[in-house]
T-cell receptor
């Protein structure tokens, strides 16, 4: 199946710093990528839809200035958590659309903000 | 977009037994997908069933779809310890639909 690579898998940072998470589709071109976050023992919450070459579409309640998404190429989308705070600590997962609605997911990035 | 609702929320069965989990949704779909998530990992796409299909098999997985009842079921036969995971259904209304996940079913296979 299609492969989506996410990096880094784990990151620990100090409060106030910014963290960038990369999501790459390795063997296909993804015009659309999705970013989710997941708190412990909870479901995935869709944060935003990332479209190549255009601005991301954010879900209600997600701060676009806090979570910057860039989809500069057909194989790479990045999520930057700006001025991270402890409440931003979470598991962030990206996915890329392949075929009619079928998604392939990265392995996730666990962010811990101290 | 719409969110599927999985039932039960949690399920524990003995290894070797069959596990059945259900999904209900609210509006017409183009297809419905099932995903698995192992603890602390990303999701893995298991199977996609289209609205004009009633049943689909993939290895030990069997998925049914009843569009009149707006429901789907996932059956895992001869369960193994490695099947312990959370399972999510994703009803998809059209090709460009974004996928919203429900709470999932947490499946625990007992040795």
């Amino acid at each position: 199946g299609a492969v989506v690579s996410q990096h880094p898998s784990r990151v620990i940072c100090k409060s106030g710093t910014s963290v960038k998470i990369e999501c790459r589709s390795l063997d296909f071109q993804a015009t659309t990528m999705f970013w989710y976050r997941q708190f412990p023992k909870q479901s995935l919450m869709l944060m935003a839809t990332s479209n190549e070459g255009s601005k991301a579409t954010y879900e209600q309640g997600v701060e676009k200035d806090k979570f910057l998404i860039n989809h500069a190429s057909l194989t790479l989308s990045t999520l930057t958590v700006t001025s991270a705070h402890p409440e931003d600590s979470s598991f962030y997962i990206c996915s890329a659309s392949f075929g009619p609605g079928e998604l392939f997911f990265g392995e996730g990035s666990r962010l811990t903000v101290l | 977009s719409q969110q599927g609702e999985e039932d039960p929320q949690a399920l524990s069965i003995q290894e070797g037994e069959n596990a059945t989990m259900n999904c209900s949704y609210k509006t017409s779909i183009n297809n419905l997908q099932w995903y698995r998530q192992n603890s602390g990992r990303g999701l893995v796409h298991l199977i996609l069933i289209r609205s004009n299909e009633r049943e689909k098999h993939s290895g030990r997985l069997r998925v049914t779809l009843d569009t009149s009842k707006k429901s789907s079921s996932l059956l895992i036969t001869a369960s193994r310890a490695a099947d312990t995971a959370s399972y999510f259904c994703a009803p998809v209304m059209n090709r460009d639909d974004k996928i919203i996940f429900g709470k999932g079913t947490r499946l625990h296979i007992l040795p």
